[in-house]
């Protein structure tokens, strides 16, 4: 009896400390005076929405709990309690002093509980703060990739996105870490700058890019397609009216010192990586002589979303460059050992050792590798040219065996199916499927196998 009578105590005087003490000002509280988060500490603590313990402290690196988070809300929102709930909770008692609070947020839809239970004390990670700032100030979903460890599969993946494309929470080093638990502090900042304009941060950054034949971003998509001539421009399209804007046309391309003899720049099968606010494209870079036994070379050029900053990269380039993908503000290629790229279509395969490399985004710097794998070598074609027939030519730098997806590289050869985590640097075997090209779902990964059946693989 003694220990649950102590228990009930500590739970009060918790909750009491996400209220307002206005014996505390936020420039007396002793432990915030050159901490991180001391303005939107005071911010919170002039208008009455948060205060601090009765020793004169704040405490701001212990853990917020979900009454505290809940009372914060509350005042910050200017939200009127509810007087007749009638809502039963299996864990909070009607007779509570922050039952009121609870019921609100719960009728509100800000914060719910789980079969009955609104678990007050407990601890709120960061992903539980993201959906209820999301829901309690009304931001919208977004479904654009922002850390790399939250993927499509986690439950607050949208939230997440959410509250960062408003610039109201950021990550370390791409991470969001979405299990970890919310600071008194943390909070504090989160909450004062999905209040305050002002108060946010400086930008929105992701660390994961988008690739496709077609990609999209903030309402746009980008893609290939040809003019009324026949030759091949990159358009951006607003989503919403349909208006197009091109911003790229192939035949105004100036030859670089970096390209070759019949450099190929776009082409009906194009990949556009998105990164942040700038458009990576692999192309074909020209042959190195004329003979069709010789080697060919890709490399990549660059642009701003708006067009502008147009740019030949220097490097990665080269006979065997493939598979180009952005993330974490680093580069991620393959480059091969040995193959014959000209011969290899879709029903074509060759083995070959392929290497795994990152770089800065400069293409240059900071190169490392990653990993050595096995792979099947096969593409698709292309039409090379506004006026030439469907030839036997690779896609743009795309080998089918290997996919990126999120954080993860698959990759098939003649032994299986693998994954690779950029994340956690390891190698996993998922099938002994002969695959011929994969896709991917935000749960599955689905493998077409030699004979054209189609396989559905958990990621």
Do not use: C
């Amino acid at each position: 009896m003694m220990k649950s009578k102590l228990t009930a105590i500590v739970a009060v005087l918790l909750f009491l400390a996400a209220l307002p003490l206005q014996v505390n000002a936020a420039t007396n509280f002793s432990d915030v005076k050159s901490h991180w988060a001391k303005n939107e500490i005071m911010y919170l603590s002039e208008r009455n929405i948060i205060g601090g313990y009765p020793d004169g402290t704040f405490r701001p690196n212990e853990p917020i709990t979900r009454a505290q988070a809940s009372a914060m809300l509350i005042k910050a929102l200017n939200i009127p309690l509810t007087e007749s709930a009638s809502v039963e909770f299996k864990d909070v008692s009607k007779k509570s002093p922050y039952y009121q609070i609870l019921a609100t947020v719960n009728e509100k839809g800000i914060l719910r509980g789980d079969a009955g239970f609104m678990r007050p004390g407990e601890k709120t990670s960061r992903a539980q703060m993201a959906a209820i700032l999301r829901r309690a100030f009304d931001m919208p979903l977004d479904k654009q990739a922002t850390f790399i460890d939250v993927t499509p599969a986690h439950w607050a993946y949208q939230d997440i996105n959410g509250i960062a494309k408003q610039r109201v929470a950021g990550g370390s080093e791409g991470k969001f870490m979405p299990s970890n638990v919310v600071t008194r502090a943390q909070f504090s900042a989160f909450l004062v700058r999905a209040m305050d304009d002002k108060m946010k941060l400086s930008n929105y950054h992701t660390y994961v890019s988008t690739k496709g034949k077609s990609v999209e971003q903030d309402g746009f998509s980008y893609f290939t397609k040809r003019d009324s001539d026949g030759y091949y421009q990159v358009i951006k399209e607003n989503k919403e009216t349909g208006k197009r804007e091109v911003l790229l046309k192939d035949k105004e391309i100036q030859e670089s010192k970096w390209d070759f003899d019949s450099v190929i720049y776009l082409h009906d099968n194009t990949r556009i990586i998105l990164y942040n606010e700038e458009l990576y494209i692999p192309y074909w870079r020209g042959g190195f002589a004329e003979a069709d036994e010789v080697p060919y070379a890709f490399a990549v050029m660059k642009m701003k979303t708006d067009g502008l900053g147009f740019e030949i990269m220097k490097e990665p380039s080269g006979e065997s460059f493939r598979n180009l993908f952005i993330w974490n503000d680093r580069m991620y290629f393959t480059n091969a050992d040995s193959y014959t790229p000209r011969t290899a279509g879709p029903d074509v395969f060759e083995e070959a050792k392929l290497v795994l490399y990152s770089t800065a985004l400069d293409g240059m710097s900071d190169k490392k590798k990653e990993l050595t794998f096995d792979a099947r070598v096969t593409f698709d074609f292309y039409e090379e040219s506004h006026n030439q027939p469907y030839l036997n030519r690779e896609a743009g730098g795309e080998n089918l065996s290997v996919l990126y997806d999120h954080s993860t590289m698959y990759y098939f050869n003649k032994k299986g199916v693998y994954k690779y985590s950029l994340l956690d640097k390891k190698t996993t075997k998922l099938s002994t499927i002969l695959g011929k090209r994969m896709e991917v779902t935000d749960k599955k990964l689905i493998v077409t196998d030699t004979a054209g059946k189609k396989h559905e693989l958990n990621k």
